[in-house]
């Protein structure tokens, strides 16, 4: 079966610090995979998502980056926090480029 | 651009009650999809809809595909107080070449509570 998963579950960084989010799939092949952000529990925004290694889409701009070093890895990253970054990141990949399965997130927090 | 609307925002119900909430569009979706969130948890796939008019239970979870393609409702039914969380629809969106490559928008979603 596939898995995903997320790491690391909560993060506080100094506004100004780098970021780095992973994000790895297991179970499956070439999947599509996706970044999302969450602000205060309600609706998810797609930030980037990637169809294969090294191809990324960015859906909104932002301070943030996204790359696939391999078939099964996401990373988000960005040199420089904001505190409008602080949030809830969540790695998803979809079966049949529908059904979306999330990973369990990441609790951002730039003070 | 495509844009979900849930109702309600919030619901506070005894235990045993039956719940409804609905999510409207004004594009025509050939998916809807309905998740369920708990605090500090990613969302979780409860039911999948794929043809207009499809009705799709998941144990106490029924949720309907409308007609028209622009709605889509969730019911519970008995709620118990883990059904507690959040509860987001969601439908492909497309590119302007009509691909949605997976993407999803969601709606903001109906917190749910449950007293015992």
């Known amino acids: 079966s596939q898995t995903i998963h997320q790491w690391p579950a909560t993060l506080v960084q100094p506004v100004g610090s780098p970021l780095s989010l992973e994000c790895t799939v297991e179970g499956t092949s070439n999947p599509n995979l996706y970044w999302y952000r969450q602000a205060a529990g309600r609706g998810l925004q797609l930030l980037f998502y990637?169809?294969?290694?090294?191809?990324i889409s960015s859906e909104v701009p932002q301070n943030l980056s996204a790359s696939r070093p391999q078939d099964r890895q996401f990373i988000l990253s960005s040199k420089k926090l904001l505190l409008s970054d602080s949030g809830f990141y969540l790695c998803?990949?979809?079966?049949?480029?529908?059904?979306?399965?999330f990973g369990q997130g990441t609790r951002l927090t730039v003070v | 651009g495509q844009q979900l609307n849930q109702s309600p925002q919030s619901m506070f119900i005894q235990e045993g009650e039956d719940v409804s909430m609905n999510c409207t569009s004004s594009s025509i979706f050939n998916t809807w999809l309905w998740y369920k969130q708990e605090p500090g948890e990613g969302p979780v796939l409860l039911i999948a809809l794929y043809k207009a008019g499809e009705l799709t239970s998941n144990g106490r979870l029924t949720a309907q595909f409308g007609i028209t393609r622009k709605d889509s409702f969730l019911n519970i039914s008995a709620s118990i107080p883990s059904d507690v969380g959040i509860y987001f629809c969601?439908?492909?969106?497309?590119?302007?070449?009509?691909?949605?490559?997976?993407?999803?928008?969601f709606g903001q979603g109906t917190i749910l509570t449950v007293h015992p």
């Open positions: 969601a439908g492909p969106y497309s590119n302007a070449g009509g691909t949605s490559y997976g993407k999803l928008t």
């Open positions: 990637s169809v294969g290694i090294g191809q």
């Open positions: 998803a990949w979809t079966r049949l480029n529908t059904e979306a399965f």
